[in-house]
């Protein structure tokens, strides 16, 4: 799947054929990067780690000490010894285990936080081609779901980890340097344990993807329906719904519980195979004891480090499984960053020309969108709008009208033709600058769950709100905004919930007065207006046309007689082009339209 070049996670790539292979952690790598850039905590975090594992090393010494010597009446003064040592080197433990914890639980969040935004940022970037056929509920589940189980094991799990991997380690040599023989038979088990962790990670690994995938699913159905709950409601759909749901969530569980099942069965064999080699040893040490071949004392520093070791490796069968999820993760969210936009900043972009004249062309533009690659959406459409030309663009739905605006801002690149912006071809501009000569009040009008004040803004953030009341009062918003309880700083709700269909088209007319842009876009702006409002918000548009060249694409032709020139579109084509009263004249499409819309008889007179 697909901001810029940040590729700190790269993709992976998967052999074509089945190749056996050690379990992929190699995603986590991914993270590195992350990693480095907060070095100083990583790497304090590391030295409260050896300090609390070489304090926790300390103990056995101590213990076997204590046994040989403390119980002999000539060494009794011992015991009040290293009793008081045990006390400093626990104490010592619980203030590096508490560094360690806060250093490592404080990199993992903020590690993801950095990811998280990233990530946001990037999604951003892509292009229309990608939000064709990507779920936002699955992108949602990314940014949140993943990122947390990677929060996880950046933090607990890869602490864990690490203290384990250096007390097995130092518990480890340990036991070779108090008894050798006994370390000999104790380190024949380790590969074999160490080869059912790495056998049986790649399984839970796949595993937990699955289930990551699952998820992802019922999450994006979810935003979906959540979405639409007022539709649901209206077709009495909810209980359809819910079960829908459920089903997702079911299999969802399904998929967690299979994940779950494999990570129970590899703790539980690599605890057997570890406890069972600590009891076999601790039975061929007794027998030394009682040969006299070792002292209490030794035999139990042997035992203690063993268990040490042991309990490592089997707290590492625990965390392996939820690092493996975490690779999973790290491996779905590096899908997507390496997911680049087909529309991009060219690597040296050509500028537009200033001042801004707002001069608008189609040469010969063809275009299918790209989940229909078969059904083209424009073929050879040409035409120029001259600075603060008014065009009106009409024609049946499907012809092609909106896809013009979608490639004038640049949404998508043609196959073949050029769009240009002021004599420049916009693939080869930076999208940026194109877009911003645009303001565009679309059919469909985005909302979102803060002050109408802020969504006025979102078409220039840096107006004042001396500004965006302005804006507001031309586009006629003015007029429902002073009967709310809070006027301008009232909140909307999700997707404007609170707002009727005219009051959001008022707003985002606001915006696109706001913006100052030289070319202005309409794209139905008044559909959702009653005829008392259409007329006053038509007077504020007309007064904002002025000095800009303006596109409306519209279905009333009541609406269009007043531009300078009208596009009448069929089949993706331009087919007819004149002024009203000349389209009426030839009898084409045009005509047809204005007598089903005006009535037979008086050719839209």
Request: glycine share 8%; hydrophobic share 50%.
């Amino acid at each position: 799947m697909p901001v810029t070049q940040a590729a700190s996670l790269p993709s992976e790539t998967t052999p074509t054929a089945p190749v056996p292979r050690r379990p992929r952690l190699k995603p986590l790598r991914a993270l590195w990067p992350h990693i480095l850039r907060y070095r100083g905590r990583a790497a304090a975090a590391l030295v409260a780690l050896v300090v609390a594992a070489i304090a926790t090393l300390v103990v056995p010494i101590a213990v076997r000490r204590m046994i040989d010597l403390g119980f002999d009446e000539s060494h009794a003064g011992f015991i009040d010894r290293y009793f008081g040592v045990m006390i400093g080197v626990v104490a010592v433990l619980a203030i590096a285990s508490a560094a360690r914890y806060y250093l490592v639980m404080t990199l993992g969040e903020r590690i993801v936080a950095d990811l998280r935004a990233q990530l946001f940022a990037h999604v951003l970037t892509l292009d229309g081609g990608f939000y064709d056929s990507a779920r936002s509920g699955e992108l949602i589940s990314r940014l949140t779901a993943d990122t947390t189980q990677i929060k996880s094991a950046v933090g607990a799990s890869a602490s864990i980890a690490l203290r384990n991997l250096v007390l097995f380690f130092g518990a480890a040599v340990m036991m070779v340097v108090t008894s050798p023989w006994l370390s000999a038979t104790l380190l024949i088990a380790i590969p074999v344990i160490v080869a059912v962790l790495l056998g049986a990670g790649r399984g839970v690994r796949k595993r937990s993807r699955n289930a990551q995938d699952t998820l992802a699913e019922a999450s994006a159905y979810a935003a979906e329906a959540i979405g639409a709950v007022r539709s649901l409601q209206a077709n009495t759909a909810e209980a359809s719904a819910a079960r829908h749901f459920a089903g997702e969530v079911e299999q969802a569980f399904n998929a967690a519980s299979d994940a779950v099942r494999a990570r129970a069965w590899l703790t539980g064999f690599a605890i057997l195979l570890i406890f069972a080699s600590v009891v076999g040893i601790l039975w061929a040490g007794a027998n030394a004891v009682l040969a006299g071949t070792m002292t209490a004392g030794t035999l139990g520093q042997f035992v203690l480090y063993a268990v040490l070791a042991a309990s490592g490796l089997g707290q590492l069968g625990e965390v392996w499984g939820e690092i493996s999820q975490a690779a999973g993760a790290t491996e779905r969210i590096a899908e997507l960053l390496a997911e680049q936009p087909k529309v991009s900043r060219p690597a040296v972009p050509e500028a537009l020309p200033e001042p801004a004249r707002g001069a608008v062309a189609f040469d010969n533009v063809a275009f299918a969108y790209p989940t229909r690659p078969d059904l083209p959406a424009l073929s050879g459409v040409s035409f120029a709008v001259r600075p603060g030309e008014r065009v009106a663009v009409v024609g049946p739905s499907g012809a092609g009208k909106s896809t013009l605006f979608q490639l004038l801002l640049r949404f998508y690149d043609p196959a073949s033709g050029r769009v240009e912006v002021d004599g420049v071809d916009i693939a080869r501009a930076d999208p940026e600058a194109v877009r911003a000569r645009i303001a565009l009040v679309p059919q469909d009008v985005a909302i979102f769950a803060t002050s109408i004040r802020e969504n006025i803004r979102l078409g220039r953030p840096d107006a004042t709100d001396a500004e965006v009341e302005e804006a507001g009062r031309l586009a006629r918003a003015d007029e429902f905004v002073t009967r709310l309880p809070e006027g301008w700083e009232t909140a909307v709700g999700e997707r404007g919930v609170t707002l009727s269909g005219g009051q959001r088209q008022r707003i985002a007319i606001a915006r696109a007065i706001l913006r100052r842009a030289p070319i202005l876009l309409l794209d139905e702006a008044t559909s959702a207006l009653d005829a008392e409002s259409e007329t006053l918000v038509q007077q504020a548009l007309d007064r904002s046309m002025e000095g800009r060249t303006t596109l409306v694409i519209a279905h009333r032709l009541a609406t269009v007689l007043s531009a300078d020139r009208i596009l009448v579109m069929e089949g993706g084509r331009v087919v007819e082009e004149g002024n009203h009263a000349s389209l009426v004249a030839q009898g084409g499409l045009y005509a047809r339209l204005a007598a089903l819309q005006f009535g037979e008889g008086n050719g839209g007179k």
